[in-house]
């Protein structure tokens, strides 16, 4: 039934002739950026706060940091990481990437030392774009560092299938995960749905374990990886469960070492201190046992039911 639907492309009606039209643009973005420097140089580029740059200063601006890229050695195709808030200077900085030829790695602004450290390693990452803030606790965070913890991310079997010229193109260096998500060149979401007769899509659930807390994506494994550090967790398991607030918010259910004590405020402050503020478990449980398989694989939608 919905295959069918789906072919009708009962939406179609509801478009106007300029929205039905796919436009597929050879151009890259920094191409379309010069368009409009050339189209309306002095028109506003940028708005922030009471703030304003013309295309033609948001050009030359981002040509300083192109050249400042190349003065230090960046060559074309190497990673740039850009770690900075929403501002005008994270546009000058992916701008000014793009022109000098490099890919670009947006960092989340949130994240801890240790999270970037992974990243930074895992992308190979040549130059990293940040605030002075931002890059002075990182090296304090990092001057004596223990060796960090990989964080590994499982794929699992998905439904909604996806194919447009703006997805993701693949996984770095990860091609086992590539032909996961991508059968046929298609991409698996990992949502599970249902499509009604006008044309509208409804996603109902996630196949996938991953966390949606007030918008930001959290891996279950990435706050479990941080609490097994933990001197006194014997074992831990992280599930999303429905917040008013937040959509969904992050808890954790942990059984302990024998002879161990912690309270589980302990375990979400010691959680805070190394993960980025959305991630954290707002809510930690600790039980005697966690619910497992007879194989001893750790039950989450037990964990997830009401108790």
């Known amino acids: 039934m919905t295959e069918s639907i789906y072919a009708a492309k009962p939406w179609l009606p509801l478009l106007s002739e300029a929205q039905r039209v796919s436009v597929h643009p050879a151009a890259?973005?920094?191409h379309a950026f010069r368009e409009s420097v050339a189209r309306a140089p002095d028109h506003p580029a940028l708005?922030?706060?009471d703030g304003c740059l013309t295309y033609r200063e948001t050009?030359?601006?981002?040509?300083?940091?192109?050249?400042?890229?190349?003065?230090?050695?960046?060559?074309?195709?190497d990673r740039v990481a850009i770690m900075?808030?929403?501002?005008?200077q994270f546009v000058l900085a992916l701008l000014g990437a793009w022109k000098a030829g490099a890919t670009v790695v947006p960092l989340n602004p949130m994240y801890k030392s240790g999270e970037v450290g992974h990243v930074l390693k895992d992308a190979e990452v040549t130059a990293l774009i940040c605030s002075d803030r931002a890059w002075e606790a990182y090296l304090r965070d990092t001057a004596a560092a223990a060796p960090a913890v990989r964080i590994a991310v499982t794929a699992c079997e998905l439904d909604f299938q996806t194919k447009n010229d703006e997805r993701v193109l693949n996984f770095e260096r990860l091609p086992a995960a590539d032909d996961a998500a991508f059968p046929d060149g298609e991409l698996?979401?990992?949502?599970?749905?249902?499509?009604?007769?006008?044309?509208?899509?409804?996603?109902?659930?996630?196949?996938?374990?991953?966390?949606?807390?007030?918008?930001?994506?959290v891996w279950p494994r990435e706050v479990e990886d941080v609490l097994y550090t933990h001197r006194a967790v014997r074992e831990a398991a992280v599930v999303g469960v429905p917040d008013a607030y937040r959509g969904e918010t992050v808890r954790a259910y942990v059984s302990l070492r024998p002879g161990s004590r912690v309270e589980p405020d302990e375990l979400a402050a010691y959680c805070k201190e190394r993960l980025a503020a959305y991630k954290y478990p707002r809510e930690v449980e600790i039980l005697t046992e966690l619910p497992k398989t007879a194989s001893g694989k750790i039950l989450r939608r037990e964990l997830r039911s009401p108790r």
């Open 28 to 30: 890259t973005l920094v």
């Open 59 to 77: 050009d030359a601006l981002s040509d300083s940091v192109a050249g400042h890229l190349a003065v230090r050695g960046l060559e074309r195709g």
């Open 84 to 88: 900075l808030q929403n501002s005008p």
């Open 47 to 49: 708005a922030y706060f």
């Open 188 to 217: 698996r979401t990992g949502d599970i749905g249902f499509m009604d007769r006008e044309g509208w899509l409804y996603v109902v659930d996630r196949k996938k374990d991953m966390i949606n807390a007030s918008g930001f994506k």
